[in-house]
């Protein structure tokens, strides 16, 4: 099998978990249509600001100077973000997902905004970008969608390729801790259940992060750790490891149980320090 046919394979296992899942992610989720995590930073106090936390911080990273910006969102699924930053400046954006039922519940989102002339969601694999989207950037991001990239180098060359001289680019995801493999089985268990139930194809540490980019002219100025700020182990979460452990016996299977599987992975791993959930920032040195 070529490295080609591998990573069209990957993006149409991770194409079929999101459509889907789309419909559940969005109806069960606490979000709605943010199906990104709740993060109680500082001076946060309801739930739409812990959704849209992120979002502020990216608001927060955009050149001063520059009065109406473009941004990109690589891995973009309902626009959320991007409707959420339009309703906050002057800008025009640009969405990428690999989920063409995504793309057509984010064109209804966009039109009932009222936000056809300055946001725009389609299909795509961010791994393999339209050329029309080659040095548009002042802000390119990737809100809980860069692990999904089975190649970490291709993403870097095509965030790139997208941004402008000088451009920013912003990932919000999971990193590792440690690029050792834990020796406890447990632990080893919970990174395997999250990277096969979530299709994880690039779960690396900062510093791997730091190199990769750097390769790609990236220089990383800025790492927040927004571990301390997450919800974990609410009570749902707990009524959820329970239904995992009914489940198991019963051999339950389909594409929502493995983001249930996933997730609850994910949560211990990251409350036994295995993963951290970071925002960091880089810039386009050349």
Known sequence: MTAKTDADGYAQRVRRYYDNNA?????????????????????VSTREAAFHYVDELILETLPSDVAKPTIVDLGCGLGASLLYLAGRIDMKGEGITISPLQVARAAKMVAEAGAGARVRCREGNYLSLPDDLAGTADLTFSIEAFLHSPDADRYFREAVRTLRPGGKLVICDDFLTSAALPDAPRAARWLEEFRTNWHVGSLLTVDQVRTRAAAHGLVLVRDLDLTPELELRRLRDRWI?????????SRLAGDYWQSLVGGNALQWALIHGLLRYRFLELHRSR
């Not at 329970?242 to 198991?248: C, F, H, M, P, Y």
Request: glycine fraction near 20%.
């Open 241 to 249: 490891s329970v239904l995992l452990t009914l489940g198991r016996i």
């Open 23 to 43: 419909a559940a992610f969005e109806r069960l989720g606490q979000g709605g249509a943010s199906i990104h995590r709740t993060v109680w930073g500082p001076g």
